[in-house]
């Protein structure tokens, strides 16, 4: 319901917020700066004006002497959520960030808590532009000339995810964000890496579960790649086709992207969805690839990280079976790009051990988080340091590969060694208000 309400709520709001058109907002008090819209900590979210905060934020805003755009900004002692309405697509982000008479700590998210921009820190006065680029969707699926066609079918508890609702949502977090000024622009050339898979890539929508696809957007360099999500939890290649998943990638992809494709989780469990490793799962990898390939979309194979399941002398058992082999002879065999997180997961949790390896997976006694009960103990899906790890494994691993994704890829993510991980103790990335102690599928 919420999701059909604001697809209308859209369609009402088409002429204002409508593909091609660019948005400013100041944020802080008073009168905007000409060519901007004013956002005061009054401006909450409504469909009368398509945008405002959201999520029950607590916005502050400080006024400070000299230019209007960079003397005012908004600020809040938790995270900050702003939404805008907009059709589905890409989009060009600038933030301005930073206060003329103190320092500011900002972290940037999007939508399902996609990491957009990690700390940034300005100094005592400095006003910092930021930029990124951002997917944003719907649930329809349109051909070419953009009538609805289907739709993609969604999991009950896909209602809630802030990626279907017609909405870019922006979390604004850390210890003193200070906001001056939000520019949204469409872009409609810049390649798009679509990401196919399930819970160990999703977009996880609440705390303390993540993802390494949701991590990767950090790690690319402005204005090269945009990454859209599409993974979605306890999903195997059979239903992530049959819930219209990847029609709605084909819908949405244009020659020049690419199609990264990691599946194997709950794609070797009985049922409906099982695929048998080397016949029914390479042949349909295999299949995925042509049409990726008629299309001119690049196809891109990762193999799925290990479970964190160590023997007696601390060394991973691996409990996916034939299917990261059977990947990689389908690359080998099609001549495709392989990522293998895989045999990377397995030196980095080997270097972690049994022990700090808990870190990175979802383990954490009762009560740490509302309504929960009972201690989290989930050796399949990750901590937001976890992920992160994995997503610097993937982003090391493909600049590797050519110089075409090396030249994506931010200078400080094209190296890394498992081996030797950065330590749980410095790794910093506050949790946002959104939080859910529930198991996403799959296992």
């Not at 100041?26 to 956002?39: E, H, L, W």
């Not at 500011?104 to 100094?123: D, V, Y």
């Not at 990401?195 to 579960?209: C, F, R, Y």
Request: charged share 20%; glycine share 6%; with cysteine.
């Amino acid at each position: 319901m919420k999701i059909q309400l604001i697809c209308l709520l859209s369609l009402v709001h088409g002429v204002v917020f409508s593909q091609g058109k660019s948005f400013k907002f100041d944020f802080g008090s008073g009168k905007a700066a000409a060519g901007y819209i004013a956002v005061t900590p009054n401006t909450l979210f409504s469909a009368k004006t398509g945008y405002g905060f959201s999520h029950q934020s607590s916005p502050v805003a400080v006024r400070r002497k000299g230019d209007r755009l960079e003397a005012t900004y908004i600020t809040s002692n938790k995270p900050l959520y702003f939404s805008v309405a907009l059709p589905e697509g890409n989009y060009d982000i600038k933030v301005l960030l930073g206060d003329k008479k103190g320092i500011s700590s900002t972290i940037i998210r999007a939508e399902c808590r996609r990491l957009m921009m990690g700390q940034t820190i300005t100094t005592k006065g400095q006003i910092l532009a930021k930029e990124f680029s951002i997917h944003v969707r719907d649930s329809m699926i349109r051909n070419a000339e953009g009538k609805v066609v289907s739709r993609v079918r969604l999991k009950p508890r896909e209602s809630a995810y802030l990626h279907w609702d017609n909405l870019l949502t922006l979390e604004f977090n850390d210890s003193l964000p200070k906001i001056c000024g939000l520019e949204i622009i469409p872009n409609n050339t810049t390649p798009t890496i679509f990401l196919a898979g399930n819970s160990t890539v999703v977009d996880q929508d609440k705390e303390p579960w993540a993802a390494w696809g949701q991590m990767f957007p950090s790690m690319i360099a402005p204005g090269k790649v945009i990454i859209a999500n599409y993974a979605e939890s306890g999903e195997a290649m059979r239903s992530f086709k049959g819930a219209n998943r990847l029609e709605k990638i084909w819908s949405m992809a244009k020659p020049g992207d690419y199609l990264f494709i990691e599946f194997a989780h709950n794609d070797q469990k009985p049922g409906g969805s099982h695929l048998d490793p080397f016949t029914t799962y390479m042949s349909t990898l295999k299949s995925w690839i042509a049409e990726a390939r008629k299309r001119n979309i690049t196809p891109v194979l990762v193999t799925s990280m290990h479970r964190r399941n160590f023997d007696a002398a601390g060394k991973i058992v691996n409990t996916l079976l034939d299917y990261p082999d059977a990947m990689r002879k389908t690359a080998a065999d099609e001549n495709v790009l392989l990522i293998d997180l895989n045999a990377m997961s397995k030196e980095l949790y080997e270097a972690w051990g049994p022990e700090k390896s808990l870190k990175a997976f979802v383990h954490f006694p009762a009560n740490t988080f509302p309504g929960q009960d009972k201690k989290l103990e989930d050796n399949t899906h990750f901590s937001t340091y976890g992920a992160y790890e994995l997503a610097k494994c993937v982003a090391a691993a493909l600049a590797a590969s050519s110089s075409t994704f090396k030249s994506i890829i931010l200078p400080s993510f094209q190296q890394y060694d498992p081996t030797h991980p950065l330590s749980f103790e410095k790794f910093y990335l506050p949790m946002g208000s959104l939080v859910n102690a529930i198991k996403p599928d799959g296992n």
